[in-house]
């Protein structure tokens, strides 16, 4: 018998959720550190470079640089074995942040590195809107 597995999705915590409004708004918001300057993603309470706890939420572009990618032809979880293959990427924001992110409506073809992409906006439930890029 068939069971039809449901998807995990993420859980906003307090730290985590203006990150998850964001992208529910159709923003990408990253934090910032006030003391260093420094762009910190993925959300923390504390700067990766100077330990501040000066982070503030700013609004970014959301246009990237192809950093690099993997095809999955393999479902990486039985949760995705009907979305094969998978274009897994790792994209550079223009302000610096690397963040890990799927690829849609590009041709395998058509992927290369230091591709320009723009944020692409997917609401998957009710409360989740999921980040992914597509060409620019």
């Given at each position: 018998?068939?069971?039809?597995?449901?998807?995990?999705?993420?859980?906003?915590?307090?730290?985590?959720?203006?990150?998850?409004?964001?992208?529910?708004?159709?923003?990408?918001?990253?934090?910032?550190?006030?003391?260093?300057?420094?762009?910190?993603?993925?959300?923390?309470?504390?700067?990766?470079?100077?330990?501040?706890?000066?982070?503030?939420?700013?609004?970014?572009?959301?246009?990237?640089?192809?950093?690099?990618?993997?095809?999955?032809?393999?479902?990486t979880s039985p949760h995705f074995a009907g979305e094969t293959p998978q274009l897994l990427a790792v994209v550079?924001?223009?302000?610096?942040?690397?963040?890990?992110?799927?690829?849609?409506?590009?041709?395998?073809?058509?992927?290369?590195?230091?591709?320009?992409?723009?944020?692409?906006?997917?609401?998957?439930?009710?409360?989740?809107?999921?980040?992914?890029?597509?060409?620019?």
């Amino acid at each position: 018998m068939d069971v039809e597995l449901v998807k995990p999705l993420p859980v906003p915590t307090p730290v985590s959720r203006p990150f998850w409004e964001g992208l529910a708004a159709g923003k990408v918001r990253i934090q910032k550190c006030d003391a260093c300057g420094s762009w910190v993603f993925y959300p923390r309470s504390r700067c990766s470079c100077c330990l501040s706890d000066q982070l503030r939420w700013r609004d970014v572009s959301g246009n990237g640089t192809l950093y690099t990618f993997t095809i999955a032809r393999q479902p990486t979880s039985p949760h995705f074995a009907g979305e094969t293959p998978q274009l897994l990427a790792v994209v550079e924001l223009d302000e610096g942040v690397r963040l890990t992110t799927n690829l849609v409506d590009v041709e395998e073809v058509d992927i290369r590195v230091g591709m320009r992409v723009k944020a692409r906006f997917e609401r998957v439930s009710r409360d989740i809107t999921m980040l992914k890029f597509q060409p620019a």
